[in-house]
DNA sequence: ACGCCAATGG
DNA sequence: TTCACACGCTCCG
DNA sequence: GAGCGTGTGTCTCCATTGGCGTAG
């Protein structure tokens, strides 16, 4: 596009973000895009403003016909005109016309007007708004072999259907739709983001970290094709709608257990639907293509959904109870290449489906093969309890409350009966009584710690290392969670951590958790620091407090070695943290006295993230210990004194 | 009357 | 583009 | 206790609207 810098004067919000994100696509990525493309998309700067602004409101609504009685914008005043234009200028089609499919501009009709047609075509209807349109397409999709809105001529005077149809509103559907798709994944190099990202950054309701993009100036572009970023898109869609369908399946099959016949309904569905994850994947092709050296690459990416139908599919058939053909699947996305914590689960289930399918020695071989592949701890703690012979863990300090249950639950969850009457949550109510002891506290789980990391790793994260960045948008570096993240960082990470254990590190976290609040970090979640949070009852000032209380007890050693673990897993560290944070003041000059506390209550069981995780904090001495709350059978007991025992 | 959902816009 | 956690059921040793 | 299924809250930026299903 012409690099003519327009003033900002009066320009909407939309058209501004949409020139600067065109211009930036078609400097980076300009070679992606046909001569066609290139003229068309300069054209948009020639237009007459008012068709200019049109164009890219319909560019921002949903792809399809839209109805023109919903096209009201109060800055494009002669609505007709600026269609008239677009229309003569190839942007869009109108409706009706000849050739348009009624059956599609029914979509856009509501219940009303659906039975209204119903009754026109002499088969009045009485249901649903799903039925009655359902209804009423199909009737169109008939009459369509018949007869057209060509043949009859724009008023089909003679088919009384149609005519109504047409007599009810007009339509309009972008052609253009995919290139402005186009535009927004090259931009932001994936496609959760789009244009509305400039205006949620503008108004400040989400903030991000200024970043470096690029940094590698003879590198080649994250995508390396059109086809490659067509396919990206497509291949996107299609997973989000496998997994829709795939929800609704899951659902029709609550219930159903593995002894019992399969409905022919659903059977035929997960039928479909397998053969939609396998199409999607298309494992064959996949095995022919060179594997991916950056993972933020199209190509990568293109790998990664292609895997997820695959792992989807292999989950439907562990639910269908066909643990062989599970396996099957899950070794195949194993080959082709798999990564991260969904490699460790995949390679977890598979064990388990061959051991369900009966094949006991090749779940053996499966489990050493794992193992030598080094996953996280979690998943090769599992592997060797299968394999048998684990190390024994270390068993926390455990401490029994028994408490009377308090009749109700709290969306699924136990509520307990507290000393002073109030409904809590086993969390709640150990907070409540260890304050009875002084102690001040929180339930923190993974946010506090994570949180922790975040700011202390905060530099290495947002290092401007090569390809890590596109654009001003990012939550996370695009490698972020990704195999060779540290080592891409080796340089900042010897710099953190050499910090970390001379205890330098403390002044940095304070500065950045005042001069970061707000930007987006893939490990801090601002909002249980920040005032304003009131419905989620989260006390900033308390958790401020308990995240110095954290920084000032826990030795840089150990904050390293947190750092190092949940810097390169942190999906699978990231959890099972303890859930209570607690501290009391012991004296002037004395450091505070602490503990974190796991509370299980009335039929709740450790789980093994969370077993790891105590195992890990007990090796190092750190006062973490285990609550069972059980529910109190005889009413009025007094209760065992916590912790002054 | 209420809640859910998709769509929309800033 | 979810995840993290709790909780209940079934089966088994 | 293992294994599995299920449900919930918490994220998605947030507020508003219209359409629609459901409960009452
Ligand atoms: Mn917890
Ligand atoms: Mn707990």
């Known amino acids: 596009m012409a690099n003519t810098r327009a003033p900002s004067t009066g320009e909407p919000y939309y058209l501004r973000n949409f020139l600067l994100l065109a211009d930036t696509v078609l400097a980076r990525d300009g070679a992606l895009f046909t001569d066609e493309e290139r003229a068309r998309l300069d054209s948009v700067r020639a237009l007459p403003l008012p068709a200019r602004l049109l164009l890219l409101r319909l560019a921002g609504r949903r792809e399809g016909w839209l109805r023109h009685s919903r096209l009201r914008y109060p800055e494009i005043p002669a609505l007709d005109e600026a269609l008239d234009v677009l229309e003569g200028a190839g942007w869009l089609e109108r409706a009706p016309a000849a050739e348009s499919p009624p059956e599609e501009l029914a979509a856009g009709l509501t219940h009303e007007e659906c039975l209204h047609l119903l009754r026109v075509a002499g088969q009045p209807l009485r249901g649903g708004a799903q039925a009655a349109r359902r209804r009423l397409q199909a009737l169109l999709r008939e009459d369509c072999h018949t007869e057209s809105f060509v043949q009859l001529g724009l008023w089909p005077a003679d088919n009384s259907l149609l005519c109504a149809l047409a007599g009810l509103d007009q339509w309009v559907r972008l052609h253009q739709h995919g290139l402005f798709r186009l535009l927004e994944l090259l931009f932001f190099g994936n496609r959760h983001q789009d244009l509305r990202q400039f205006v949620v950054s503008e108004l400040g309701l989400q903030r991000f970290e200024t970043v470096k993009p690029g940094g590698e100036p003879d590198a080649d572009g994250w995508i390396r094709s059109r086809v490659e970023a067509e396919e990206l898109l497509e291949a996107g869609a299609r997973l989000d709608r496998l997994q829709e369908e795939l929800d609704e399946l899951r659902r029709e099959l609550k219930g159903w257990r593995r002894r019992l016949r399969l409905p022919p309904g659903p059977a035929r569905r997960a039928r479909d639907l397998l053969r939609a994850a396998w199409e999607l994947a298309t494992p064959a092709q996949l095995s022919h293509l060179p594997m991916p050296l950056r993972p933020q690459d199209g190509a990568a ?56 399918s009966g094949r006991l020695e090749s779940a053996q071989a499966a489990c050493q093969q794992a193992l030598a592949e080094q996953p996280g701890p979690v998943i090769r703690r599992e592997l060797e309890q299968r394999l048998g012979g684990a190390r024994p863990l270390r068993e926390p300090p455990v401490l029994r409350w028994s408490q009377l249950r308090h009749p109700g639950h709290a969306g699924g969850r136990t509520l307990l009966q507290a000393d002073s009457g109030a409904a809590l949550c ?88 005042h001069s970061k609040a707000g930007l987006q970090n893939p490990l801090v979640n601002w909002s249980v620091f920040q005032p304003g949070g009131e419905p989620s009852g989260h006390d900033p000032g308390l958790w401020r407090r308990g995240l110095e209380l954290l920084l000032e007890v826990l030795p840089g050693r150990l904050l390293a070695e947190l750092c190092e673990g949940l810097l390169r897993e942190p999906s699978e560290l990231g959890h099972g943290l303890p859930d209570l944070l607690l501290w009391r003041e012991s004296g002037p000059g004395q450091p505070p006295e602490w503990q974190l506390v796991e509370v299980k209550g009335p039929g709740d069981r450790l789980f093994l993230a969370q077993r790891l995780w105590l195992d890990w904090l007990l090796e190092r001495g750190l006062p973490v210990s285990l609550l069972l709350i059980e529910e109190e059978v005889v009413p009025r007991r007094s209760p065992a004194d916590p912790v002054g025992a």
């Open 301 to 356: 990416q293109l790998r990664r959904t292609r895997l997820r139908a695959l792992l989807a599919g292999a989950a439907l058939l562990e639910r269908l109870g066909r643990p062989g053909a599970a396996a099957a699947w899950q070794r195949m996305a194993l080959e082709l290449g798999v990564e991260g914590r969904r490699r460790g689960e995949t390679w977890l289930r598979l064990v388990v489906n061959l051991r369900h």
């Open 426 to 513: 086993v969390e709640e109510l150990a907070l409540a009584r260890f304050a009875h002891d002084g102690w001040q506290g929180l339930h923190v789980e993974n946010l506090l710690p994570r949180a922790l990391v975040g700011l202390a790793a905060w530099n290495l994260i947002f290092a401007p290392v090569p390809g890590a960045f596109l654009h001003r948008f990012h939550a996370a570096p695009l490698d972020w969670g990704r195999p060779g993240f540290v080592e891409r960082r080796a340089e900042e990470w010897r710099r953190l951590r050499t910090r970390l254990l001379r205890e330098r590190h403390r002044a940095g976290v304070r500065e950045r958790l």
